[in-house]
Every structure is written in structure tokens, then in C-alpha cells.
């Protein structure tokens, strides 16, 4: 019988190595294992650090500004419904979050469109039918106003001179209607004409006597068959107590101050304008996912589902604009002149403009999976009813803007 040989001994296995200790808790004392004290819940790092490191924690924790970020907005614009889906298979980890693509999209889009869009001389306020004569603060002011207001009327005798013409002596009803309109125009030319002489007349009258010079005239704000006053002819809602009515009235006071500032400066309109499209849009994402909740009850979806339908959709909407805007600047930029680089900007624009409703409605098709009959159904209704909403909520919050401003 053999003798039983001896095994060698195994050894234990190799510990894992340790991390090299971080010290104790500057808050607590309790020794550091990670990032923050599991204790009392304190991050190792605070803001007494290099610049660099701050902007780059906030560029991740508050836009996921790293390699997430262009892997998420290229799908974004080319693959209708591809980031939504994904979010529903649980791969979410490899994409900018929906809140924070749609946050960080409208907060640099509005911005690039504020310094991207401007209306120039070109006022599109017109408040009260004012020829800009009342608020002109020199005769060189008035002069031009009074020459603007009269070429648009001659412009106005132009195309009735064409209905004229094509109407001839066999419709005596058009004929009663071009004369009736001639006769308007006559007494705006003479009205205009009138005003612009006695303002001139106040200004020189202020320069021979040494005197200050007239005081522009403000536009008024009408409600009802007089214009606005807080003491003769106040807004008043029955429904309403007392100071809600004075409340009411002091903000119709600062509007009508605010007309002036519009009137002489165009883009203060666009600046509120897009300033409140951010705010409505963020308003309206609940109703939206409520909408697509309603059309697609059936599909037993939860209501957070379609609300991150709802971000990606809006997401997409704010980068098309951005690429619009920048499409925009670059024209103005490298083609001023027109010819043949600034078509192929207006092309791109163009481009931009029909891909953004054929995107929204290749994404619901592709994320609810109905037949194109329902789709295109439902994409109808629904982009009716949240037009309508956009449009009421943008003008809501574009003058509460401009009263505010």
C-alpha cells in the first residue's frame, strides 16, 4: 500500500486592492469611502477648486454636455421616433435625458433667435392706426412720417385705379365702392397733411420762443367707445373685487406707456415674443401628453410615456428652429448680396420647414404603430387643437411681456 503523498498547500486567493484612503468627512469626521460621506451625505468636492472643473460639472449635471451629446441630437433630427423608442427599451443611459435635451434646446435656441432675428425699420406694431406723425420728437421725424403715410395712400390710389379698370362701367356696385374708397383716402391724405402741419408748426414755435419741445403723444389703448383712462374710463370686471379691478388697471397703465418704446423700437416686439415661446412651451407639455393620451387611450400607454413623446417632439421642433436661425445668420453672413449661396441657404431653409411636420407625423406613426388612416387622423386633430393653444398661449405671454417689460 503506498504512503500518502503530501499536497502543497493552496494559497488564499489576492484580496482585491483597496482604494487609498480619502480621509475623514470635513462635516461629520466619518472616514471617506467615495465621492460623497455616506453618513451625512456631503460631496468630497465644493466649489473652492479650479474654474474649469466647475464649468465642466455644470455642463454635465445640468445639459449632459459629454459623448451622450451629439450621439442624441443626430437621431434627434434624422430618425423620427428612434430616441422615444429607445427610451421605452430601456436603453437610456446612451442619450441625453428628455427633460434636459428639451430644457437645454429652447434655452439656446430663443437665445440664438433674439440675436439671429431683427425687423430693422421695418415696425410690425401698429398700435391704434398711429402714422407715427403724434410721436415724432423733431420736424425731420415728422416730415418722414407725414411722406410715409401719404406714399402708402398713394400706393392704396394705385390699386384702386386697378379694381377700377378691371371692374369697367358695367358693375355700377363696384364703381359706388371705389369712389366711396377714393373718398376715405382723400380725407386721410387731408387729415395727415393737418397734422403733420401742426406739429411742425409746435416745433418751430418751441424754437423761436426758446421753449422745451412738444411732448410726443402717447397711443392710446381703447376698451369700449372711448379710449382708456383710470379715472374717467377704467377697465372694470364685475366679477372681480375691488383691488384685483385696480391691479388690472395699473398694468393697462404700463402698456400704454410701453407702445412708445415699441413704436420706436421694433424689436423690443421680437425680443418678447420669443423670450414667452420657452415659457409656453413648457406650459403646454402636460396638455400635449394629455392629448396624445386621449387620442391613443386604447393603447394602454401610461401618461408619462406619451409626456416623453411630448419632450422629444418639442425637443426636435427647437433644434429645427435653431438650424433655421443659424441657416439664417450664415446667409446674412456669407451671402448679402444674394446669387447662387444664398438660394442654397434658402433651399436648406426650405428643406428645414417641410422635413418639421413630415418628422412629427413619421414619429407617431412609428411610436404608436397605427395604420396611416388613424394616424393621419389624430396628427390632424391634434396639431389643430395645439396650434390653437400655442397661438392663445404665445399671445398671452408676449403681452404679458410687453406690459412687464
Known amino acids: 500500500m503506498n504512503a500518502p503523498t503530501d499536497t502543497p498547500a493552496t494559497s488564499p486567493p489576492a484580496l482585491p486592492a483597496m482604494d487609498a484612503p480619502r480621509g475623514d468627512c470635513a462635516n461629520c469626521g466619518t472616514p471617506l469611502l467615495g465621492e460623497h460621506c455616506y453618513a451625512c451625505g456631503q460631496p468630497v468636492k465644493g466649489l473652492v477648486r479650479h474654474f474649469s472643473s466647475l464649468v465642466g460639472d455644470v455642463l454635465d449635471s445640468v445639459f449632459e454636455w459629454d459623448s451622450r451629446t451629439p450621439r442624441t441630437l443626430w437621431p434627434l433630427l434624422a430618425r423620427p421616433g428612434y430616441l422615444t423608442l429607445e427610451y421605452f427599451a430601456g436603453r437610456r443611459i446612451r442619450y441625453v435625458s428628455p427633460f434636459r435635451l428639451f430644457f437645454f434646446l429652447a434655452i439656446v ?8 432675428v431683427s425687423f430693422g425699420d421695418q415696425n410690425p406694431v401698429q398700435l391704434g392706426g398711429n402714422s407715427g406723425i403724434e410721436t415724432a420728437r423733431s420736424i425731420a421725424e415728422v416730415e418722414q412720417a407725414r411722406d410715409r403715410a401719404l406714399a402708402e395712400i398713394a400706393a392704396s390710389r394705385v390699386e384702386l385705379g386697378d379694381e377700377a379698370t378691371q371692374a369697367g362701367p358695367a358693375d355700377p356696385g363696384a364703381g359706388i365702392g371705389l369712389r366711396t374708397a377714393e373718398a376715405a383716402l ?12 401742426e406739429r411742425i408748426a409746435a416745433f418751430r414755435s418751441a424754437e423761436e420762443t426758446g421753449g422745451p419741445p412738444p411732448v410726443p403723444r402717447l397711443n392710446k389703448l381703447t376698451f369700449g367707445p372711448e379710449d382708456w383712462d383710470p379715472v374717467t374710463n377704467p377697465v372694470t370686471v364685475d366679477f372681480l373685487p375691488g383691488f384685483a379691478n385696480d391691479w388690472l388697471n395699473r398694468q393697462v397703465g404700463r402698456a400704454e406707456k410701453n407702445v412708445q418704446r415699441l413704436q420706436e423700437d421694433p424689436d423690443l416686439f421680437k425680443d418678447a415674443l420669443l423670450g414667452s415661446v420657452p415659457s409656453t412651451l413648457f406650459l403646454l407639455l402636460p396638455l400635449f401628453a394629455l392629448m396624445l393620451k386621449l387620442a391613443y387611450v386604447f393603447k394602454r400607454r401610461l401618461y408619462m410615456e ?4 411630448a419632450l422629444h417632439s418639442h425637443a426636435f421642433l427647437c433644434l429645427a428652429l435653431l438650424l433655421l436661425f443659424v441657416t439664417t445668420a450664415l446667409e446674412r453672413w456669407l451671402a448679402p448680396q444674394g446669387g447662387g449661396l444664398a438660394i442654397g441657404f434658402e433651399l436648406v431653409e426650405a428643406a428645414i420647414w417641410i422635413w418639421m411636420p413630415i418628422y412629427l407625423l413619421l414619429m ?12 393621419l387622423l389624430k ?3 391634434i396639431g389643430m387643437c395645439y396650434s390653437i393653444l400655442l397661438s392663445f398661449g404665445a399671445a398671452f405671454t408676449t403681452i404679458a411681456s410687453l406690459v412687464w417689460m
Do not use: C, N, P
Not at 406613426?365 to 395604420?371: A, H, L, S
Open 109 to 116: 435656441t430663443f437665445f440664438i433667435g433674439k440675436l439671429v
Open 186 to 197: 382723400r380725407a386721410s391724405e387731408t387729415a395727415i397733411r393737418a397734422q403733420a402741419d
Open 306 to 309: 406619451h409626456l416623453m413623446v
Open 364 to 375: 407617431q406613426k412609428r411610436v404608436y404603430g397605427q395604420g396611416w388612416t388613424m394616424t
Open 379 to 381: 396628427y390632424g386633430v
